[in-house]
């Protein structure tokens, strides 16, 4: 039983985390943990801690996200207001 519920809250949380878009920081805290504790002790600049590959891998990663949270944004006024 508990490995239903253990389940079902993944699940959940799985589904919350789709339901917001990534933003530049989140892609940096998920993919680059060491470079987010520098940025947030405020112990050096954001420019210098990436090479240009590693930036374009981060916004590149954060569009996509906003991309499919737009998209999700726009089916769900779509059906609401069809009243489906």
């Not at 504790?37 to 990436?50: N, W």
Request: hydrophobic share 30%; glycine share 2%.
């Amino acid at each position: 039983m508990n490995d239903l519920e253990s389940y079902k809250r993944k699940s959940l949380k799985k589904k919350y985390v789709q339901d917001f878009p990534e933003g530049l920081l989140d892609v940096i805290e998920t993919d680059y943990p060491s470079q987010h504790f520098l940025i947030s002790e405020d112990r050096t600049l954001l420019t210098t801690l990436f090479s240009d590959e590693e930036w374009i891998d981060i916004l590149t990663k954060s569009r996509n996200s906003y991309r499919c949270h737009i998209q999700r944004m726009t089916l769900m006024r779509k059906y609401s207001a069809q009243g489906i």
